[in-house]
Nanobody, 117 residues
Framework: QVQLVESGGGLVQAGGSLRLSCAASGSRRSIGDMGWHRQAPGKQRELVATITGGGSTNYADSVKGRFTISRDNAKNTVYLQMNSLKPEDTAVYYC???????????WGQGTQVTVSS
């Protein structure tokens, strides 16, 4: 059974940094696209960043220049380095992954990021 497990969330002051990790397990298939979304209280889930199997990246305008997505294919892990954090970055962050030749997208359980002012 495929599982995505996030880690690295927490409480940080504005201007600080956090690094989120998400490890996929349960399948020997190659992973294609991976990404991060977030959902703040009372708001819809929104895209934060994505990365293809070849390493191409895409970011929401609100995080460009502050967040960096990367992956380690040998470890089936995707990372999100978050710098210059703002209170408006406070949300539950979810990772997702899609295996090559499959359309189904798997999601992690989410990790809370709280940025205090």
């Amino acid at each position: 059974q495929v599982q995505l497990v996030e880690s690295g969330g927490g409480l940080v002051q504005a201007g600080g940094s956090l690094r989120l990790s998400c490890a996929a397990s349960g399948s020997r298939r190659s992973i294609g696209d991976m990404g991060w979304h977030r959902q703040a209280p009372g708001k819809q889930r929104e895209l934060v960043a994505t990365i293809t199997g070849g390493g191409s990246t895409n970011y929401a305008d609100s995080v460009k220049g502050r967040f960096t997505i990367s992956r380690d294919n040998a470890k089936n892990t995707v990372y999100l380095q978050m710098n210059s954090l703002k209170p408006e970055d406070t949300a539950v962050y979810y990772c997702n992954a899609r295996y090559v030749d499959f359309t189904y997208v798997y999601w992690g359980q989410g990790t809370q990021v709280t940025v205090s002012s």
